[in-house]
């Protein structure tokens, strides 16, 4: 690439963060929605899949648009937050802009920040910019689809300016409680705000009061709902080497020896919800006309989706496209000997998921965690989910401003896990060379581990640190 490509590429990655940091947002959607209109609407021109929930959203939303590109569509796939570079976070046909292409994104709306900006006495945010950009990106393709996984929320994130003929919601559970409420249902209702009028609602298991919340929305908009457990679901699953096997009953179909290289009984659910969400997609629904989808089976709205044989995909498609998934920095193997995972989980929900899956598909005998996460985040449930699977806890700081002490939380998880059991490093890769040392001093190379964890940002600077990135 020429020297000015990649400044071009540096210049626009310095004014997108210029505008902020992402974690502070002013809820509405009318400055990212006025920015939108002077692009010319860019989130109309190709139907959406739009993600949702707590956790799980950006590996389903993966998992969705291998389904969708193994059909032949070509795919604009948007997800936040990025582990490595902000390019990862708009990719078309499974592949992140190159750095010229999103350089050009940027050039596309550039001229109208200021604009907007005056107009409101508010400056557009930096997820707002990234994701006009990415519907800008996603129509000048053209894609075929586009799935659209929501920042923080749903009713006033900036992706809700797009109206999804297919809805996915993921578990929801507490976080980010400072923005959208401290109940699950207060959450559950923020979330529900991606399920539009004449939708197809994909709702993996959730809590009762979440489920609750989010069928209640259906119903008064009108939209078509497809429950995890009800109408679709995994029914078996096996522990195999390097991911797991399962067998999926859909909305069109049932769908069996499939091969998925990712760990876990929630990845499972992810994949069963990707499935049920490409399958709604393709057979189209109450609105399948306007989305400019097929229309082979229509449902009443606000009626359960029942589906039928007819709209089943092709298995072997399926077990072609989930046996090609990954998901960087979700218990990601890294290395071995001793067997280093990196993992991106940042609440008590999602440690629990990730606790669970260590005791199941990898029967560590001797553990050692390396932990760095945000200070207004509820470490010490995360810690408490953590600390039974775990022999001695490496805590120390990521490359985040938001990064809790070390020696705050030490502090904090000597009271989880005891003093003797807790160590502090002021560097991340420091942090890693103490835990590898931690995990080979008995010897027992093959029972021996290492879980680097704590938040987003600190699986992806583990990546950079181990070089993940390159045999991603």
């Known amino acids: 690439m020429a020297a000015s490509a990649n400044s071009d590429y540096a210049s626009a990655v310095a004014a997108i963060d210029a505008r902020g940091v992402e974690w502070d947002i002013d809820p509405a959607l009318d400055r990212v929605a006025d920015l939108a209109d002077v692009l010319g609407s860019p989130q109309r021109a190709y139907p959406v899949i739009h993600v949702a929930g707590t956790n799980g959203k950006t590996s389903t939303a993966r998992l969705i648009a291998a389904l969708l590109i193994e059909r032949g569509l070509r795919v604009g796939l948007y997800t936040s937050p990025h582990l490595v570079s902000p390019r990862e976070r708009i990719a078309i046909d499974g592949e992140p802009l190159s750095e010229e292409a999103f350089a050009a994104a940027y050039a596309d709306v550039e001229p109208y920040l200021g604009l907007i900006d005056d107009k409101h006495g508010v400056r557009l945010s930096y997820f707002e910019v990234l994701t006009a950009m990415a519907f800008a990106a996603f129509a000048d393709a053209p894609v075929d689809v586009a799935v659209i996984e929501v920042g923080l929320g749903g009713t006033y994130d900036a992706t809700n300016i797009a109206d999804g003929a297919v809805a996915v919601v993921t578990p929801i559970s507490l976080d980010h409680t400072g923005v959208l409420g401290d109940t699950v249902e207060e959450i559950a209702e923020e979330k529900a705000g991606v399920i539009k009028p004449g939708a197809i609602a994909v709702v993996a298991q959730q809590p009762v009061e979440a489920a ?261």
Not at 232 to 259: K, M, N, P, S, W
């Open 212 to 472: 609750e919340v989010l069928l209640r929305r259906a119903a008064d908009v009108g939209a078509v709902v497809a429950r995890e457990g009800i109408e679709y679901g995994v029914l078996h699953r096996d522990v195999a080497v390097g991911g797991q096997a399962i067998g999926v009953r859909g909305l069109h179909g049932t769908y069996d020896e499939i091969f998925l290289p990712l760990f876990g009984d929630h990845q499972a659910s992810n994949a069963a919800t990707a499935l049920a969400a490409v399958e709604a997609f393709a057979s189209g629904g109450p609105t399948a006309g306007e989305a400019g989808l097929d229309a082979a089976t229509r449902v009443a709205p606000g009626e359960t989706y029942t589906g039928g044989d007819d709209g089943q995909l092709d298995p072997a498609l399926v077990r072609s496209a989930l046996a090609k998934t990954a998901t960087p920095g979700r218990l990601e193997v890294v290395r071995s000997g001793p067997t280093v995972l990196v993992d991106s989980s940042h609440n008590p929900a999602g440690m629990a998921v990730t606790v669970q899956t260590l005791t199941e598909s990898f029967g560590f005998t001797r553990l050692v965690a390396v932990f760095a996460g945000a200070a207004d985040k509820d470490v010490a449930g995360v810690l408490d989910q953590l600390e039974p699977v775990v022999t001695e806890l490496v805590v120390t700081r990521n490359s985040s401003p938001r990064s809790m002490a070390p020696e705050e939380l030490a502090e904090l998880a000597e009271g989880i896990f005891g003093p003797d059991r807790v160590h502090a490093a002021d560097r991340l890769d420091d942090a890693i060379d103490r835990a590898i040392g931690l995990a080979e001093e008995t010897g027992e190379y093959r029972g021996a581990g290492v879980l680097i964890t704590g938040s987003v940002v600190t699986a992806g600077d583990a990546r950079i640190l181990l070089r993940a990135q390159d045999a991603s």
